[in-house]
């Protein structure tokens, strides 16, 4: 076995082990808005569920020279977001919005989404999606490094679903329909393969 110190390796060593190693991470694509009203979206696989009662997400968001970026900023001043579910259908224009734009600019027009209202929050959702969680803060942990924030770990509950009625079954998910994508290393990413099942001991 190969034996490491984290704290002998840079932030990028760190990030690349990690990344590769923790995998597939599903990917969340939030939309949130900022206070004059411009729509953000922007992808992010440090993402899962943490709770279902009440259900809750988490988003990892990390900052930029201590500052949050614009997702997490934008979540911080309005509390709420839209959570969508990246598919083989949408991934491609999920890609583009990954994009570093100005503050003043939006991923929307790099991609061929549509804005389509929400029922629970004020922020948009996509139309292309399968899937869209409406969430509001619940809490902002912020994770420090030697006393300084380089991280919000947001905890976003749901507020309201939206499912694609090819994917909705009778209260479950078809796997199979949703298709969703997920993220690995680098450039890469994968498609639900081959599954398996094991059946829990009694």
Do not use: C, W
């Not at 704290?7 to 990028?12: I, N, P, R, V």
């Not at 992010?44 to 259900?55: G, K, L, M, R, T």
């Amino acid at each position: 076995m190969k034996k490491i110190r984290p704290e002998a390796l840079s932030q990028k060593e760190n990030y690349k082990l990690l990344i590769g190693s923790i995998i597939p991470r599903p990917i969340a694509l939030v939309t949130t808005q900022s206070d004059s009203g411009l729509l953000n979206i922007a992808p992010f696989s440090f993402f899962n569920v943490v709770s279902s009662d009440p259900p809750i997400l988490s988003i990892a968001v990390q900052r930029v020279n201590g500052e949050p970026k614009d997702t997490a900023r934008n979540i911080l001043q309005n509390n709420e977001a839209v959570v969508h579910i990246v598919d083989t259908d949408n991934v491609k224009d999920a890609n583009q919005t990954a994009a570093l734009l100005s503050p003043d600019e939006s991923e929307i027009e790099r991609t061929e989404f549509e804005q389509v209202d929400s029922v629970e929050v004020s922020v948009p959702g996509l139309k292309q999606s399968k899937v869209r969680f409406e969430t509001v803060l619940k809490e902002d942990i912020v994770i420090k490094k030697d006393g300084e924030p380089v991280s919000d770990l947001l905890l976003l509950e749901v507020k309201y679903y939206h499912f694609d009625e090819a994917i909705y079954d009778n209260g479950y998910i078809n796997k199979d329909e949703l298709s969703a994508v997920s993220r690995l290393a680098g450039n890469d990413y994968a498609e639900i393969g081959k599954t398996f099942t094991i059946e829990r001991p009694q």
